[in-house]
Each structure stands twice: as structure tokens, then as C-alpha cells.
């Protein structure tokens, strides 16, 4: 008997992509630059785990290291599943297809596209906590192509990996 | 709540980071130390939010203040200061 994933969880936070004006007018499917709230065909979001890198240095006749703390802090990859209805799914003002437009950001070459995401794992309520990566350094670095039949309805999972240089914890209001 | 927060009325970030969307549903992000190029703190509308949503903002997430209030603060800050 073919198993079946759990669909989307109801009590899912809120996940949002910024289709910024450059990629309006990098995409001819685009004509208007908004933040699009895609968390119905958000399965999971991960990542993005903070780290610093610490070099321990041991001088002779010292037992004690000394701690080089990096300035720079490292976040790991996000990582957004997305179950949707592949082709039909439409979402903002441009009735987007998520994964006709995943597809097209990921193979576009000629400017340089960022796609930073903003995510409430509270649910995106006023006064929860919000975390949005940065406007100019969120790329993608990962799309799986549609896997098909992974629920009982026929919806199709895809990942997508970003690569994000920074993220902004924030209040929403 | 104490005080009834008018919507239309400016308000400032005062604390951490507000995130909030812009008249073109573009969300963004307002740091407590963000300052315009008059070294002046930025004032926010915060039309789209009921009063009670504002108050819970200003007196229990201490995120915004009133402008008016924030400014008769750091009038105060400067006398004693």
C-alpha cells in the first residue's frame, strides 16, 4: 500500500517570499514587486542555524587555549519544502505558479536574483516573533524537481535550499 | 491597556526590531537605532493595526512609542542629562 505524507500542518507558521523589483523585471511572468505569502504549500521550513566559527590557538608552556572569535557570523542553509498542486497552485497579485517561477529564478543568469524570505513559526499574529533574511544576499542554491504523488491528493513536493548571508530577528506589527 | 492608540497617530521604534508592511504590502524592517538623514528617528503609521493591537505593541512588547511621547522623553533625557 503506497504510504502517505502528511499534508500541510494546520497550525503551520507563516513563511513569506519578497519578489523585489529586480526580479520583476528580470521575469516577464512578474509584473508586481510584493511580498507573497506562501505559507498554504509550506510544508517545513529549516535551517538557517546561527554559528561562529572559534579558532583555538595553543601556545608551548601554555595549557589554555586563546580564543580567535570570528566577527562574522555563519548561517546554515534554509531549507522550505513546498507541497502544492503542481501548475494550478496561484498565489499574489500575479497569480503566481510557485514552481514555474522557482524554476525560472533558479536557472536565470544574466543580473543576480535574490529571493529573501521572511518566516513566523508563531503563525505571523501581530507580536510574534519574525525572522526575514537579507534583501540583497538570499539566493538559491537548491530546487529538487516536482516529486509527484507524495499525498493522497495528488500534490507535488519540492525543495528549495537558500544560501543566506544574514537574518533579522523581528516583532511583527 | 492604560491608553487608547490612535492608528493614524506617528510612532517610533523604541526597542529591537518592528517589521511591518509598507501601503505596497511590502514588509519591512524598522531597527530601534535606525535614524533618517536628519539623524532623526523615523515615524511609522500604523494604520492597518487596531488600537488594541497597538497597545499591546507599546506597553507590553515596549516596541513602539507615540512620537509625541518619544520626543517629550528625550527633551526630558536632555535637561537632566
Do not use: C
Amino acid at each position: 500500500m503506497a504510504k502517505t505524507v502528511n499534508a500541510v500542518n494546520a497550525k503551520r507558521g507563516k513563511v513569506e517570499l519578497v519578489f523585489d523589483a529586480a526580479l520583476v523585471a528580470a521575469l516577464a511572468s512578474l509584473t508586481t514587486a510584493e511580498t507573497i505569502d506562501i505559507s498554504s504549500i509550506v510544508k517545513n521550513i529549516s535551517g538557517g542555524d546561527l554559528t561562529r566559527a572559534v579558532e583555538k590557538e595553543y601556545v608551548i608552556g601554555d595549557d589554555e587555549a586563546i580564543d580567535d572569535y570570528d566577527s562574522k557570523l555563519v548561517y546554515s542553509n534554509l531549507v522550505i519544502i513546498l507541497l502544492y498542486t503542481n501548475g494550478k497552485d496561484s498565489l499574489g497579485t500575479d497569480t503566481v505558479d510557485i514552481g514555474t517561477i522557482l524554476d525560472e529564478v533558479a536557472v536565470y543568469t544574466t543580473t543576480d536574483l535574490t529571493l529573501p524570505v521572511i518566516w513566523s513559526v508563531a503563525g505571523g499574529a501581530v507580536g510574534d516573533e519574525e525572522r526575514a533574511t537579507g534583501a540583497s544576499d538570499t539566493r538559491i542554491v537548491g530546487l529538487t524537481p516536482p516529486v509527484g504523488g507524495v499525498d493522497s491528493s495528488g500534490k507535488v513536493q519540492r525543495t528549495l535550499t537558500l544560501s543566506v548571508n544574514s537574518i533579522t530577528p523581528a516583532t511583527v506589527s | 491597556m492604560a491608553k487608547n492608540y490612535d492608528p493614524k497617530a506617528d510612532y517610533v521604534v523604541v526597542s529591537g526590531t518592528a517589521s511591518l508592511k509598507d501601503e505596497n504590502h511590502n514588509r519591512i524592517v524598522i531597527k530601534s537605532g535606525n535614524v533618517d538623514a536628519k539623524g532623526k528617528k523615523p515615524r511609522v503609521k500604523l494604520t492597518h493595526l487596531a488600537s488594541h493591537e497597538i497597545a499591546f505593541l507599546v506597553e507590553s512588547k515596549g516596541l513602539y512609542m507615540l512620537a509625541s511621547d518619544w520626543e517629550k522623553s528625550q527633551k526630558g533625557v536632555a535637561a537632566n542629562g
